[in-house]
């Protein structure tokens, strides 16, 4: 089996792209700290723990017809390239996590020691469920943050690769159909439809994300009866179905002129 | 001592691409430690059968073997098989030295010293990013991984592409100082079949997706001679013969015969000649 060989060419790239991102970020944070110096008044940072997320969904996108012809052309087959991926996946979902756990608490030390404490660093996840850890340990907190942003990633990384597989299969008119379609049903079809079922779509849509975010019936983000786990849950169901999905897609894949 | 492998098997294969049917219930064996030309015309169904052997693209019906074990989807199977095709699978961003060095880690049996011979010796830049090399400079650092990496079947589809006079004799004589050092099997799919003729052994010659020879380059070419001389004595000498094709000068007329039989009983007008494998494979696929 070459699958060792092929994780590792598949952390190699991604470990450029992440190196990047990372200085971006931590730029950002310095940048941040160096603006609560300067101007005054309160500011909060939050919301890299989701951004890291939107990266990985890029990184998704952009991880399958290289790193395919790549490794077919050293005799990997598209079963061992699909579990590299999910590898490469799982590895980079936890080391982000981790890594945004150890930046947010790195800066928010700083900021403290400095005594610039009208700069505030956050995730999200924080945000989100603020009520759930009022007056409860960091150690709940932190392992809870970490399952609900890796499972976040995990989601969204597979979501990315699954979508590259579809265009990937696709001739050019289906891809134009899809590009096309697509966009046009959001935000075009589903708003006409909306406004003719009396927006019901959008509360149900509503109620929807508020029920996946795990909050409980008319609920709010203060409320310490959310639960991040219907969030987790979901993400875990929704990486199994397009890293189902983008295997059915992969399988028979063929290698395309160049 | 090396284990010789059971080569690769094709086994009943065909695909066809929309209308056009690429390979139709195509079956040979590539055996080990051979010299193969596969030589076919623009569109006959070679890089087909490579691609599948390889596993880039699946076969409608029929399967492929390599020493016993089928490849579709066989990490196993695919590690012993290298191809270096016409279209390039590298990353845009892939410099050429990272290519050798990735080809070393999924190929364990890989030669380091010897890529870096190879490309000191056909002056390849492997600073160079592989898609901003020359065509002839793509073929070179493709036939730099492939003689490097000592897999046991090595599959060469149009490995002289772009290449000079002087590049493609340097790499006739590295494939067969390659095959001197390590004995494998060696499938070489090309159109410049008169270069090749002196460093095949056997010969499958492939036609609109069939095979139509596949025999030694020496049987093939004992079983004919060419016979030339004055149109009028060449007819007559011809008569009842297998011939596979002519060429006409003037008043003069040379026949090509594949009859399996030496020329007896030769008027003295007439000369006759070896078959020459380029003149063969003419003949044979434009009938």
């Known amino acids: 089996m070459n699958i060792k060989p092929a994780i590792k060419y598949n952390l190699n790239n991604f470990r450029k792209s992440l190196s990047i991102y990372y200085l971006v970020i931590v730029l950002f944070y310095i940048f941040s700290l160096i603006m609560g110096v300067v101007v005054e ?7 890299t723990d989701i951004i890291a997320g939107g990266f990985l969904f890029i990184v998704g996108l952009g991880s399958f017809k290289d790193e395919f012809h790549m490794l077919i052309q050293n005799g990997v087959s598209r079963k061992t390239t699909f579990v590299a991926y999910i590898m490469n996946l799982g590895i980079a979902a936890a080391l982000m996590t981790v890594i945004e756990l150890i930046l947010e608490a790195v800066f928010s030390g700083i900021a403290s ?21 009022a007056g409860t340990g960091v150690f ?24 590259t597989n579809l265009y990937y299969r696709m001739n050019k008119t289906l891809k134009i159909i899809v590009s096309v379609g697509v966009p046009s049903i959001i935000f075009i079809g589903f708003p006409i439809v909306n406004n003719f079922m009396g927006n019901r779509l959008v509360e149900a849509g509503g109620r929807l994300v508020l029920f996946i975010l795990g909050y409980p019936e ?8 959310a639960t991040p786990y219907h969030m987790i849950l979901f993400c875990l169901t929704l990486f199994v179905i397009c890293g189902g999905l983008a295997w059915l897609l992969m399988r028979r894949a063929a290698t395309k002129k160049l | 001592m090396k284990e010789i492998g059971l080569g690769i098997e094709v086994k009943g294969l065909s695909k066809s691409f929309g209308n056009v049917q690429a390979l139709r219930d195509v079956s040979l064996t590539f055996e080990a430690n051979k010299i193969y030309g596969l030589l076919g015309r623009n569109g006959a169904g070679k890089s087909t059968l490579l691609n599948i052997a390889t596993n880039r693209i699946f076969a409608d019906s029929g399967e492929v073997l390599v020493d016993g074990e089928r490849v579709f989807e066989n990490d196993r199977a695919l590690g012993k098989i290298f191809m270096m095709s016409e279209n390039n699978f590298y990353p845009d961003s892939m410099k050429a030295r990272d290519g050798i060095r990735w080809a070393a880690e999924f190929y364990s049996g890989f030669d380091m010293a010897k890529a870096k011979a190879l490309s000191e010796l056909f002056g390849l830049d492997t600073r160079k990013k592989i898609k901003d090399l020359s065509t002839g400079y793509k073929s070179i650092f493709k036939i730099v ?19 000079d006079a002087n590049h493609r004799d340097l790499f006739y004589k590295e494939l067969l100082i390659s095959y001197e050092e390590h004995p494998r099997c060696v499938v070489v799919s090309t159109h410049l079949i008169e270069e090749v003729s002196g460093l095949i052994e056997e010969i499958v010659i492939i036609k609109e997706g069939e095979i139509l020879r596949n025999e030694s380059c020496e049987s093939l070419l004992a079983g004919g001679y060419t016979v030339s001389g004055k149109a009028e004595a060449v007819e007559r000498f011809i008569a009842g013969k297998h011939c596979i094709g002519m060429d006409s000068l003037g008043g003069l007329k040379s026949a090509y015969i594949l009859d399996g039989a030496q020329p007896q009983n030769v008027p003295e007008e007439l000369e006759i000649t070896k078959l020459d494998l380029q003149k063969l494979f003419i003949q044979l696929t434009n009938a």
């Not at chain 1, 008044?41 to 919301?47: D, H, I, K, V």
């Not at chain 1, 400095?114 to 999200?124: A, L, Y």
């Not at chain 1, 907190?141 to 979508?163: P, S």
Request: no cysteine.
């Open chain 2, 145 to 163: 991984v492939a003689l490097s990496t000592m897999a046991p079947y090595l599959l060469l589809d149009e490995p002289v592409l772009g290449l």
């Open chain 1, 140 to 163: 709940l907190r932190t392992v809870e943050t970490f399952l609900w942003v890796a499972a976040l990633y995990l989601a969204l990384g597979m979501l990315g690769f699954f979508i």
């Open chain 1, 113 to 133: 020691i400095t005594g610039i404490d009208n700069v505030r660093f956050g995730f999200m996840f924080e945000s989100i469920y603020a009520g759930r850890y």
């Open chain 1, 41 to 47: 008044g309160q500011s909060t940072m939050n919301g």
């Open chain 1, 218 to 225: 008319g609920g709010s983000p203060y409320s310490s009866d």
